[in-house]
């Protein structure tokens, strides 16, 4: 009896503490909720990136103004370790090396402000895609590993270091000035003096599942997963879709005819940065994608260019910053007859590539020294500039060649040239190394490529104000868009071949600026509205998720930009196997929310066919299962469980014993007094002893 009375006792006091230990684990932390961490990724020989702890790491906040605040994290600060608090000037590489090499760092939380200060801020490669591309030992020799051209001069391959600790970037300004504001209050030292307890501490915690290389990992994802991590895998392999259309349809599930020839217009989906999903990609990616998409709508409104004798096709490609993972899958595809089209139909090819021209006036048109040496090539390829020059006339742009000596620069076009020689040429906006001080970081923004808008727009406004920048873009996309009429055997007038620079201002401010809009708002299809309504931000980084979200709103506009609306029903649209004559080999159906009518009070959805189809953006390493190849793509980002950051002041070390000892005797002496208790629970808790009568 006293013994039930006892645990009830102790039972209810469990229950208030548990009850109350969310409200008291809000009063001692401070979540910050506007974060984006640095996370592991693997390869076939080495991994990148950050991680913490299994428990998340922690340490005391200490912030790096200057060159001279290290010292006190590296040597001279009482309190290690120490989460270091890095200003945007200080995240360079050297910085990052001194921390890496200290064990007094438990972690890195970098202040990056909306807006780059003046300089270069790139931390990927200096030779982006080495030895994944075109140059090797057999093929260009002297080309190879940029020994002609450093192509991203400024670039200082932080992005491929490996940390052994978390390093997350601050993305809201207030949660950031929370955190300056309790280190200047508790850790700031004043006159070299140590402040006093209590400290202000930072939690970051992001613990990668994947170790050491992919062949590991996968090895491990396949079959010797860790039970007691509880988990299905420890990595993923980067992967996507690719997407692609014809501007004269073709049967996706046949083969084309050995005669048939196809003039391919290409650029890259996708972008990267330091910080796992966030990659605005403006010059490096959307610049390009976007010219090929306003070029493809001159195309397809063009009327007698489905009877053109040589087809064009548009390629966007997914993973084309971690060694070229969709061109190298679409030539793979295409190489064992898995892709509707084989390499020897392809005619010759134009690729977009970092072309945010800004104020500038010349494009660049790189073509492969190597292959020029072919006589035949060559007469190709000088046929194809002569094209670039004939539509040029009279335009506000002209298209330069550098030196004949100069290899291509980093591109997909390498990948299809690794296996056949196809004329062609890449488009850029850089003469040799690029001119983006921001290549594959946080700060390749709209400003990098010169756009603004005017004070004072609301965001509709915006969304339609035709900017200089979507001016000299169209003017590009005009450009291709006449060369590939001209190289598809076209002889009608190119003056009538003109990109709307309505919808390409449209395109970037969605990409660039705000993609939570009225235009995508009307050709997002229904069924995938719930993909929209979850999205916060647009990312171009390739991520293990697919379809990603980036490719599914290019994959929406392409069809708003080159489909035909139908007047299909929503349920034949869903279904069209449907319809009396299904061409489903052919075209594609989408039921699009549609525009708002005036004096309406909701959109107009209807169905919108369109020939353009997604295939695999995953490395052929992954096909083959061969997951050291030095020939494909071979990289994987870890699982995680958790990712968060916050912050909470610390005790001092003499405190905490004092407080554990405390605890401790706490305990012992409710241990004795329950025993006590229970020893005598007979006597303390009998009650009065009850009579009974017995009845005959």
């Known amino acids: 009896m006293g013994m039930e009375v006892a645990v009830r006792l102790i039972s209810a006091a469990l229950f208030v503490g548990l009850c109350s230990a969310n409200s008291v684990e809000k009063k001692i932390y401070i979540t910050l909720n506007a974060t984006a961490p640095c996370v592991r990724l693997m390869n076939a020989t080495h991994q990148i990136g950050c991680q913490s702890s299994l428990t998340g790491d922690t340490g005391v906040i200490h912030l790096v103004e200057q060159e001279s605040d290290l010292s006190w994290v590296l040597s001279d600060g009482p309190n290690p370790p120490y989460m270091v608090l890095l200003e945007s000037s200080m995240f360079t590489r050297d910085v990052m090396l001194k921390l890496k090499s200290s064990s007094r760092v438990s972690g890195v939380a970098a202040i990056l402000p909306p807006s780059p200060a003046p300089g270069q801020f790139s931390h990927d490669l200096k030779c982006p895609n080495d030895g994944f591309g075109l140059y090797s030992l057999n093929y260009g020799p002297e080309y190879a590993h940029c020994n002609e051209t450093l192509w991203n001069p400024e670039g200082n391959g932080l992005s491929y270091e490996d940390f052994p600790f978390p390093v997350f970037m601050l993305k809201d300004e207030n949660e950031t000035q929370v955190i300056r504001q ?125 009877s053109l004798p040589k087809n064009i096709m548009f390629l966007l490609f997914q993973g084309e910053t971690f060694d070229y993972i969709g061109s190298s899958r679409m030539v793979y595809d295409m190489t064992n007859g898995k892709f509707p089209i084989a ?53 506000n742009i002209s298209v330069r060649q550098p030196d004949q000596s100069q290899p291509l620069p980093p591109s997909s076009f390498q990948r299809f040239l690794r296996k056949r020689i196809i004329p062609g040429a890449v488009l850029t906006d850089h003469q040799a190394g690029f001119t983006n001080r921001y290549y594959q970081s946080v700060y390749d923004l709209g400003e990098n490529i010169g756009l603004r808008y005017p004070d004072g727009l609301t965001p509709e406004e915006a969304l339609n104000h035709v900017t200089d920048t979507a001016k000299a873009l169209a003017d590009v996309a005009s450009l291709v868009a006449r060369t590939l009429y001209l190289q598809a055997g076209g002889n009608g007038s190119l003056e009538n071949i003109t990109a709307n620079a309505q919808t ?26 719930d993909i929209f309504t979850k999205q916060k931000h647009i990312s171009f980084y390739v991520s293990v998720n697919d379809p990603t979200f980036s490719t599914v709103l290019v994959e929406h506009v392409l069809y708003n930009l080159t489909g035909h609306p139908t007047n299909l029903t929503e349920e034949q649209c869903l279904d069209p196997k449907t319809i009396p004559q299904p061409d489903t080999d052919f075209f594609n159906y989408i039921w699009v929310q549609g525009t708002l009518a005036e004096n309406a009070s909701k959109p107009t959805p209807h169905c919108v066919r369109a020939n353009i189809w997604l295939t695999r953006a995953l490395s052929p ?73 017995v009845s005959y």
């Open 504 to 529: 390409v201002t449209r395109m970037l401010y969605g990409f660039v600026i705000n993609w939570n809009n009225s235009w995508f708002d009307s050709i997002i299809s229904q069924d995938k509205n």
């Open 343 to 395: 390499l020897e139909n392809i005619d010759s090819f134009i690729e977009l590539n970092q072309i945010g021209i800004g104020t500038s006036s010349e494009i660049w048109a790189h073509t492969d020294p190597v292959s020029l040496r072919n006589s035949t090539v060559n007469e190709q390829v000088q046929k194809l500039l002569a094209s670039f020059a004939k539509v040029t006339a009279g335009m």
């Open 621 to 693: 390493a992954f096909e083959l299962a061969d997951w050291s190849s030095t020939e494909y793509s071979t990289w994987t980002e870890s699982r995680w469980q958790k990712v968060g950051a916050r912050i909470f002041l610390v005790a001092s070390g003499e405190l905490e014993i004092i407080t554990l000892v405390t605890g401790i005797c706490v305990l012992i002496t409710s241990m004795v007094l329950i025993y006590f208790l229970n020893a005598k629970s007979n006597i303390l808790f009998s009650g009065p002893q009850e009579h009974t009568s």
């Open 182 to 306: 309790c280190y200047q209050e508790h850790n700031r030292p004043s006159e070299g003096a140590a402040p006093a307890f209590p400290l202000c501490a930072m939690q970051l915690s992001s613990h990668m599942h994947g170790v050491k290389d992919t062949v590991t990992c996968m090895r491990r994802s396949a079959g010797q997963v860790s039970i007691t991590l509880n988990i299905d895998g420890v990595c993923d392999p980067l992967s996507d879709f690719n997407i692609w259309t014809t501007i004269q349809p073709i049967n996706k599930s046949g083969s084309a005819s050995p005669e048939d020839r196809f003039v391919v217009a290409a650029a890259r989906l996708d972008s990267r940065s330091f910080f796992w999903e966030v990659a605005p990609g403006t010059d490096s990616a959307v610049s390009g994608f976007i010219v090929l998409l306003a070029a493809a709508e001159a195309l397809a409104r063009t009327p007698d260019v489905k």
